[in-house]
């Protein structure tokens, strides 16, 4: 086959993938998101209808990533065994049932419980898809596929913010608005378990919908990858993959890019609220915008990082402008105007930064290997999600401001880059040295 048809039948084959795929993971991972983080917006009412302080109110967001952490690899391990159709189904019902039992919590410990437990069942979601998607798309294009994919993230905020607010006036039955916004925003994630057992393929192999030829390629393309990766890597066992430095070195960089994350997943509806009287619709609109900047980004940033095949420089330039405007807004705290345009610009590089982020581990990690590797830096990442509530809450409670905990956060994002530009330079210089010799 020619240079020039190969390339028109790798174009045709992803383009079959992705418009099959994609706006699915995307519709799902759009509902788990907003049922992990619209306790932020139920925290407008629920905290005074529950007498939560901001540091109890922290605890109980943060310790659903206790669970999440905890159920992390062998999650995924399940799901690289059993097939993603039946476990990101199993997932989604189970979290389903739990999002909508958050409308019954009575006071701190029935918070704690349920949040963990929404934790653990969710556990291997997000992983489970990064590896799911691993099957289907070389690396060189995957960039694009995990931004489309991550895009669900700001949308969810910024789609699922004003839908919320409306919700939380919504009261009858006994029940108050942020008693209903649980239960309702639940149902979909019960109804969309079942259909992925329905609509999600497995493997390349099993896709009966792909024509022949793009099936073939596809089959052939993926396989010769991971052939690839573990002759250079050898990453092919969980031992191996669970013990190394790169490994680790990528969950402590996910773990900064999380803190900025949920710093804004959990809190930014209250630090807007802080700004002045706006009612929670007001409050709902200026996150769904804050998110819509970030939306736009996102896909920009993932496509530019693809067509370049750049991924370092991507991330940490993202990285860098996240920390720098979580340090601007911890300074113009008292000025609303400037921290919220502060706030945008950290929400636009927190989420540029994750999809790239996500294009590195994979290149390197195949197999059983890739399933506990990428659930692993998951799991230590998203130890942030409970560190960043609790640290959040706890410095609003004594301090009386948001400023403290913002500048932790822009000094982790700051590390992280850091970080990854030490990797990145160190795997250089081997590289040079063993083609030297």
Known sequence: MSMEADNALQSATLRTVTWRLIPFVMLLYFIAYLDRVNVGFAAL??????????????????????????????????????????????????????????????????????????????????????LYLTYWYPAKARGKAVGLFMVAIPLSAMIG??????????????????????????????????AVLAYLTDRPEKAAWLPVEQRDWLIRTMEAE????????????????????????????????????????FWLPQ?????????NLQIGMATGVVNLFA?????????????????????????????LA?????????????????????AIGIYSALPTFWTLPTSFLTGVGAAAGIALINSIGNLAGYLGP??????????????????????????GAGCLLLLARKKNRIGAMEHAH
């Open 45 to 130: 009412t629920m905290n005074a209808d529950l007498g939560f302080s901001a540091t109890i109110y922290g605890i109980g967001a943060g310790v659903f990533f206790i669970g999440y952490a905890l159920f992390e690899v062998p999650s995924n391990i399940f799901l690289h065994k059993v097939g993603a159709r039946i476990w990101i189904a199993r997932i989604m019902i189970t979290w389903g049932l739990l999002s909508a039992s958050m409308a019954f919590i009575q006071g701190p410990i029935s918070f704690y419980i349920v949040r963990f437990l929404l934790g653990a069942a969710e556990a291997g979601f997000f992983p489970g898809i990064i």
């Open 295 to 323: 939306v736009i980004a996102m896909i920009y940033w993932t496509r530019r990082s693809d067509a370049r095949q750049e991924r370092v420089g991507h991330f940490a330039t993202a990285a860098l402008l996240a920390s």
């Open 271 to 279: 630090m807007i609220k802080s700004f002045g009287t706006m009612s």
């Open 226 to 265: 991971r052939a690839g990766i573990a002759s250079d890597h050898g990453h092919k066992s969980l031992k191996t993959a669970l013990l190394d430095e790169k490994v680790l070195g990528f969950a402590f960089i996910y773990f900064c890019v999380v803190m900025g994350s949920y710093t804004l997943g």
């Open 326 to 346: 979580f340090g601007v807004c911890a300074a113009t705290l008292t000025t609303p105007a400037i921290a919220i345009v502060a706030l945008t610009f950290a």
């Open 161 to 194: 913010a004003p839908v919320s607010s409306v919700l939380l006036g919504v009261e009858g039955f006994g029940m108050k608005g942020w008693q209903w916004m649980f239960v309702i925003e639940a149902v979909p994630a019960l109804l969309l378990g079942f």
């Open 390 to 415: 609790f640290v959040m809450g706890y410095l609003k409670d004594t301090t009386g401001s948001y400023s403290s905990g913002l500048v932790i956060v822009s000094g982790l994002l700051a590390g």
